[in-house]
């Protein structure tokens, strides 16, 4: 049985950022494109992208977001068939529809307490890698996704200290992870289709560092998140084969051990006058990791290659601060796929991004900020060709080959309050 189909999900995420991270942590940074993330100290919300900013804080902080997702997505179908013994015919079907909902919001939060003259704590709450995709039964790519849901939950415990100019921080991150997977599988020759789901969760921990150095109007900084692996426990549910397929009918306890990529950040911020500030940021991530996905059951463990690439993404953006209440400011990003041609699949219709973005902040009273930003990425037309086995070495051998392009794009709101003391 082709298992290992229905956690492809967790190698990754179409259209939210490169692979299935999602950047959308905080709504002032998004205003930016993220640039200089690693350098610029906002509000609470900036530690998640730089432990060591925390010890600019004055005192405390306290700051919400909501950054909603407006995603299309359309898939069109370039001959998808399937083959058995029969021959090769077209699978048929719709195009499965928008995957995704009309409003998809990604809120994050996050506090920080100075507790000595060099020294601040900080705790934040964030979901860095998820998504929810729902096709229309019956569409032409039901064999390789129907529904997939991911969740993360990452609870990030941080400290900084400064060293004159120098400031380090570090901290943990516990973090949740949870999915529910399903797809159609083909059946007995002129049977209804038959159908798998997979439901899985686990709890591991992670860690991050960084640093920053204040070289008078220019601060450099660079920041490291570890990878975490997972090893996701729970069910697999085959149901509706029929005929000599009937005895495939099942449920089984899985694991599947997923290790989500590390990320390495270089950032630098330049106040250029007292009005403006230039920023830039570029973040490797370790993708590569996501050589194979294998998923585990008591009958074996089925391993299908993903051969992820690392992927580097560049940003350059600039804040202009307009009067002792307004700031303005804008920026543009560009951030690689990992995923490779003859790979990649339904479940993951990723391209290139790129990122333009403008957003502003008021401080309508004394210790409070209240932003607003807006995005538009503009997501490469990436093709599907891929062929999957099933039964294999049975009588009814049946091998679908997925012929698809997707295409998509993505708006992004985001809002924010934070106050400082």
Do not use: C
């Not at 010890?55 to 977001?65: D, E, I, K, P």
């Not at 005895?247 to 006058?273: C, D, F, K, M, Y």
């Amino acid at each position: 049985m082709r298992l290992v189909a229905a956690v492809l999900l967790l190698a990754g995420s179409p259209l939210l950022a490169g692979g299935f991270a999602i950047q959308e942590q905080g709504a002032v940074g998004q205003g930016r494109s993220f640039a200089g993330a690693a350098a610029q100290w906002d509000d609470a919300q900036s530690q998640w992208a730089n432990p060591a900013l925390l010890t600019q804080a004055a005192g405390g902080s306290l700051a919400g977001s909501v950054n909603t997702l407006f995603i299309r997505s359309a898939q069109a179908d370039r001959g998808t068939t399937i083959s058995n013994i029969l021959g090769t015919r077209p699978v048929g079907g719709g195009d499965g529809g928008n995957p995704f909902a009309p409003v998809v919001p990604v809120p994050s939060g996050a506090a920080a307490l100075r507790v000595g003259p060099d020294t601040v704590i900080g705790v934040s709450l964030n979901s860095p890698f998820g998504l929810i995709v729902n096709y229309d039964a019956g569409w032409f790519g039901r064999y390789d996704s129907l529904r997939s849901k991911l969740n993360t939950y990452n609870l990030a415990l941080s400290v900084a200290h400064r060293f004159g100019a120098l400031s380090v921080g570090a901290g943990i991150d516990p973090q949740y992870i949870n999915a529910e997977l399903t797809s159609a599988l083909p059946n007995s020759l002129g049977a209804a289709d038959g159908a798998q789901r997979l439901k899985g969760d686990d709890w591991s921990v992670g860690w991050h560092a960084g640093a920053t150095l204040d070289l008078g109007e220019l601060r450099l900084a660079a920041a490291w998140r570890s990878g975490i692996r997972h090893r996701l426990k729970g069910q697999l549910a085959i149901s509706g084969l029929s005929g000599p397929l009937a005895a495939g009918n099942r449920v089984v306890e899985a694991e599947a051990p997923i290790g989500l990529p590390a990320t390495g950040s270089l950032a630098a911020r330049w106040q250029v006058t007292p009005a403006l500030a230039l920023l830039t940021n570029l973040t490797w991530t370790q993708w590569s990791r996501f050589d194979a996905i294998r998923v585990v059951t008591a009958g074996g463990t089925t391993v299908q290659e993903q051969d992820y690439r690392d992927t580097i993404s560049l940003a350059f953006g600039g804040d202009w601060r307009v009067d002792e209440r307004w700031t303005l400011r804008a920026g543009v990003q560009r951030d690689e796929t990992p995923t490779r041609d003859g790979l990649r699949t339904t479940r993951v219709p990723d391209g290139d991004r790129t990122w333009l973005s403008a957003g502003a902040t008021v401080e309508p009273a004394p210790g409070w900020r209240l932003s607003a930003s807006y995005s538009h990425i503009f997501v490469s037309t990436e093709a599907i060709d891929r062929s999957e086995p099933f039964f294999a070495g049975t009588p009814l051998a049946t091998t679908v080959a997925v012929r698809s392009s997707n295409s998509g794009g993505v708006d992004i709101l985001g809002l924010s309050a934070a106050y400082a003391w």
